[in-house]
């Protein structure tokens, strides 16, 4: 019978070569959510902390109000902490597959102000949820209204020099790597690629599968675990949830993925968002 000091001894050797044998730390940049820093906080403080926590980057929200994204541009500056992408606003609320042309438009325009703060605070990339399929809007009917209008965006997207990420969220709707991939490839644009979450695809599917399939369609991660073990799924601390992340480390390493990944919880003080970046790191080091 082999200790619980062996055994943890011997599992830190197996960790230690296979972040080796894989090619050692994934070449990624950990950012985290502006959504995830203290609301009680101003918004430069809220960035200052996110930098003194080890974070390298940040993904923020769409601002519609422009004295608030000269605020955030001045925060990110000051800070020496880059917004690498922008969290659009407006799609779950107005979806593109809306039958109601006022409420795409309301989406159209939420995502037109996502790709000026983009431009304006030098991030590469918007992420937008493509469409909701509900009782009245079909699959059929969402991937076409949805694409019709992305192929409007493309040339905003171009002339702002951001790449429109689309991501897969629990929206009944992309529910296959091999969809997602198709869906992506419809456009022929290097504009548009897939904003790839690690956590949404574990209540179906195995995320090293997904990143395989997708491989260099994906220009940005997001970082979450996902739990089966309660009553209720729910996305828990990194490292406390059931996701195999030697196995996302493997497929990661496998596409030779070099970006951005945002972790993506619910976010709390100093020391949680501390933990939450020393775990982040422990995934990237294959150590886990």
């Known amino acids: 019978m082999i200790s619980n000091t062996r055994r943890g001894f011997v599992s830190s050797l197996a960790a230690g070569a296979f972040a080796s044998a894989a090619g050692g730390r994934l070449p990624i940049r950990r950012a985290v959510e502006f959504s995830m820093l ?19 980057a940040i993904e923020c929200p769409t601002m519609p109000d422009q004295a608030n994204a000269e605020e955030a541009l001045a925060a990110s500056r000051k800070a020496g902490l880059p917004i690498h992408s922008v969290m659009n606003a407006e799609h779950w609320r107005s979806p593109l ?18 790709l000026r703060n983009a431009h304006l605070w030098g991030a590469d990339t918007v992420l937008l949820v493509p469409a909701v399929v509900t009782p009245e809007v079909t699959y059929a009917q969402a991937w076409e209204r949805s ?5 409007e965006l493309i040339p905003v997207a171009r002339e702002q020099k951001v790449i429109i990420g689309i991501e897969e969220v629990w929206n009944k709707f992309l529910l296959s790597p091999l969809e997602f991939a198709h ?26 599968d997904w990143i395989r399939t997708l491989n260099k369609r994906i220009v940005k991660l997001h970082f979450k675990d ?63």
Do not use: H
Not at 102 to 108: G, I, Q, T
Not at 147 to 151: A, V
Not at 253 to 281: M, P, Q
């Open 97 to 114: 597959s809306s039958p109601d042309p006022a409420v795409v438009e309301r989406s159209m325009e939420g995502m037109r102000t996502s």
């Open 226 to 288: 996902f739990s089966f073990r309660k009553r209720v799924a729910e996305f828990p601390q990194l490292l406390d949830g059931d996701i195999d992340w030697r196995a996302v480390y493997a497929a990661l390493a496998d596409i030779g993925y070099k970006g951005t990944g945002s972790v993506e919880l619910n976010g709390g003080d100093a020391a949680y968002l501390k933990e939450t970046n020393l775990r982040f790191e422990k995934i990237l080091d294959g150590a886990v």
């Open 183 to 208: 869906y992506v490839d419809d456009f022929q644009s290097p504009w548009i690629r897939a904003y790839f979450d690690i956590g949404n695809v574990a209540i179906s599917g195995y995320p090293q």
């Open 38 to 56: 203290p609301k009680s906080l101003s918004v430069l403080d809220r960035f200052q902390l996110a930098r003194e926590c080890g974070f390298e």
């Open 147 to 151: 694409q019709r209008k992305i192929r």
